[in-house]
């Protein structure tokens, strides 16, 4: 810090010339023997700028009074009084044998094992990790200093992106809201044109001169000689590549058969695209006039892109997709309502006196399954009747078949593996018609024999788990004990046990565990 | 010493572990748990030889198998290769005769040993008193017995608590079967003496070397 006044700037002029050693206070007009000392002065007792330590100047030392060791201005630091105080972490009575530290930064007192922590302060016991100097500290203080605990800052960019895109957007709509005026004025100007000269003379050759004169006042065609190569596929324009102006937006491309950058678009096709537009003149009249404009690529992506798809979206779905979306609403209800009745089981097994409600709402439950399990295989059966319109529709046909058997065969395994208290004909009785439908559908992809038959050697399986770890832990205990013999007659069960569940596992293959 | 696979099967809660625990450690645990899958216990006894009064030692190994549904996949392993099944039923509950009988049938259906040992054991006894009022027996020996003559089976009635019979099964299990061993090992004798009594006659003579086409000279 450079004192600053005029009189300072004075004094310091004079000391330069060796004249002059004492510096006068600006303020005050305090004597001061040099200028570091005045810097000092003005700092600390008019507050200009950050008070500073002259702790590394030796004459300093001497001026510090004892409450102010080191510099430090102790006045937030807690006296300690005999017999009341008591450490601030682990509310100990303070004695000489427990030691009796301050923590500079907070002020509290603590006893010697909770205050070890080191930190910077500056001399008002502010962190200060750059010209502050080393003070005892508490653990709590050590850790609550900025930067102590942070992995790597994180900027949060969310708001920035949101402005941005909403600016990208804005921007975009605004170019669309203006080509659609454009196009409007172009396709107005055009029929009035063209009615104008409607059963004239002249008609073959003043309506395309007006028509191309009018193009020009729509927007501002780029000048042909700016243009090398096309500004959208950036092909170079020769002789057999020529030059083209977008009629909206005067841009200059080519109109290459291949990238199809612009094209003669007639304008009752435009007209009948874009027909939410505000026409002022009437399209009918222009059926047999055959007359086009020529847009870019760019031009009509942007105006009849999302204008497409918003009349797809409105349009009703077709049979077979409306079908689809029914198929993955039913399939929904069954994966929840499986996961609740898997619930409910589990929990009337644990507790093994079922509840008389529990057991009326799991039935009710299965009864609903049952229910949903029909009617998904209905509506898989409509799928498959349903004629195909074109390619894509048929693969949809054909994955929705296999995906609704693969769902089907997955889910049913899991219905009949569940844990059933309750004899299966009380559940089965109201819902005779969807078992039979269900089960008729079930010698379709699966026959329940072969159920059956995955389910015995999934048990199978698992009672085999268990004899073999049993087996393990009696090896184990024969070990143990020395037991040689045994041992031996052991391992070869186990073996036998292995091999065993090998084959199975090899049976099962992927249905092994669902 | 003969070592000879032995296992036990029957209905849940017959007390098949009882009795094996009777016979290997000679103790009654009034409130044994279920059996979890296929224990494995051994224990030996001592067999008379015929004649001469001298004693051969017979191990058995024991896999008790678990009674219940679940485990019933199990006991295939274990009563294959097996020399020996102990079918056990429950004197005081006829359902368990029933099960002992179709445990039998299996056995005879899947192994195709000959040599298969099966006994039948009506377990729990102690619960019937031929005299007393509350005499628990649903099942009659005569009706046992006469199913195990039918079927050429040892037969036994025992009781695990006090220990009456139990050891008697296994001693006569043991001779049965060393009988048979020893047979078998006799008629393994037999064979390899004769075997080596007969001679495989080989005639080395020359082969004749007059004939003009022979290559021999």
Redesign the interface.
Known sequence: MVATGEQASEDFHDSENGELSIFNCPVCSKELSDLRRLNYHLDNDHSFGEPQELATHPVNKQVKGRHKRDGFVAGHLKAFEPGISCCHECGRLLRKGTGIVNCHKCGELFCGAHCRNTIKLDSHGRYDPQKGRWYVCCYKCFGARPGYNDYGSSRELTETLKSLRTMKNEDKQLRIIQLENRLVRLLDGIIAIIRQYKGSLLEGFRVQKDISKLERTVTSWRDDNEATHCNICNQVFDITLRRHHCRLCGNIVCDSRSTNCSNQVPIYNLMNAANDLPFTEATQELVSDNVSIRLCSECIHNLFFQRKFKKEVRQPLSPLLSQCESISNTSRVIIQLTASLGDIERIKSISQAPEQFDVNESNKLRAKLLRAVASYHQSTKQISMIKPKNNAEKKIQQSVRMASSIFIDEKVLQLKSLPCINPPQIYHAPESQEVVKLSNFLADNLSIKEIKEIK?FR??LM??K??AF??ET?IENAKKQRNF??IN??NG?LQ??ES?MQTIQEYLGDQSFA | MFQFKLVLLGDSSVGKSSIVYRFVKNSFDEFRESTIGAAFLSQTIKVKESDDGEETVIKFEIWDTAGQERYKSLAPMYYRNANAALVVYDVTQQDSLVKAQSWVNELKNKVGDDDLVICLVGNKVDLCDEDAEDNKRAVGTEEARSYANEQNLLFYEVSAKTGLNVQQIFQSIGEKLFETKSEEIAAAKNRQIGSSNDHVNVQLQRASTNDPTSCCF
């Open positions: 015995q048990e199978e009672v085999l268990e004899q049993l087996v009696m013999e045994e007659i052991l069960n036998e046990l065993r």
